[in-house]
């Protein structure tokens, strides 16, 4: 999901378990994605991200680990009612063979995050660029344009509506830029805990034909 400016605090945690069910072509494919946020100051987060995945065809299946992003979060501007954060960090090539980047390789990534808060509404936008080593049937250099609403209820339900506009690093298939449409619920169950659930698609012909999504979010401190 889109990015926002939010950070934990000084010694808090957040740990969100992340799971997708994708249809792309004749692949079917499951990945689990948890990931680690770390307050290490009000305004600064350390985040580790790994990665599970199962990819599913006609040619077999392969599963295995993805790769890892090491990303900082850093909130950097603070004016009521916008704020401003930077993500940016590097996708380390953890991945089984076929499932990420070649093993000799890490791909550097950054995010510019705008979060607007018109309680009960909530705007989030993000640019977003990595480069990405690959050959000459490969796009190096990948963009990512997104923007999310955020409609409140009652300060436990959330409806959220979200479109992407990611770069195709595939030069052969499709279009060279990927769209997508998200429409996602959650649910704070209490205080630290949150579910949530949501249904993404293409908006052009490239891309994940479907993606259905599932998150359990947990914050507080150790």
């Known amino acids: 999901m889109t990015e926002d400016t939010g950070t934990q605090g000084t010694g808090n945690l957040e740990l969100e378990l992340g799971f997708s069910w994708s249809r792309l072509a004749e692949h079917r494919i499951f990945q689990f994605q948890?990931?680690?946020?770390?307050?290490?100051?009000?305004?600064v987060d350390l985040i580790i991200q790994p990665s599970w995945l199962v990819d599913q065809s006609s040619a077999g299946t392969e599963r295995g680990f993805g790769d890892t992003n090491l990303d900082?979060?850093?909130?950097?501007f603070g004016r009521a009612p916008w704020s401003l954060a930077v993500r940016a960090g590097v996708s380390a090539p953890t991945a089984s063979d076929d499932l990420g980047l070649h093993h000799d390789r890490f791909s550097p990534h950054a995010i510019l995050v705008a979060t607007g808060d018109f309680t009960p509404f909530t705007v989030d936008a993000n640019l977003g660029y990595a480069h990405v080593p690959g050959d000459v049937s490969q796009r190096s250099d990948l963009y990512h344009?997104?923007?999310a609403v955020t409609i409140e209820s009652q300060q436990r339900f959330f409806l959220v509506i979200e479109t992407t506009l990611d770069s195709n690093p595939d030069r052969a298939a499709g279009k060279s830029f990927v769209a997508l449409g998200q429409l996602a619920t959650i649910y704070t169950v209490r205080p630290g805990l949150d579910l949530d659930v949501g249904f993404r698609a293409r908006l052009n012909s490239t891309?994940?034909?479907q993606q259905w999504l599932l998150g359990i979010t947990i914050r507080g401190a150790p």
Do not use: D, E, I
Request: charged share 10%; glycine share 10%.
């Open 34 to 43: 948890p990931q680690l946020s770390v307050g290490a100051t009000t305004t």
């Open 145 to 147: 344009l997104s923007t």
């Open 207 to 209: 891309g994940p034909a």
């Open 72 to 76: 900082a979060k850093w909130r950097f």
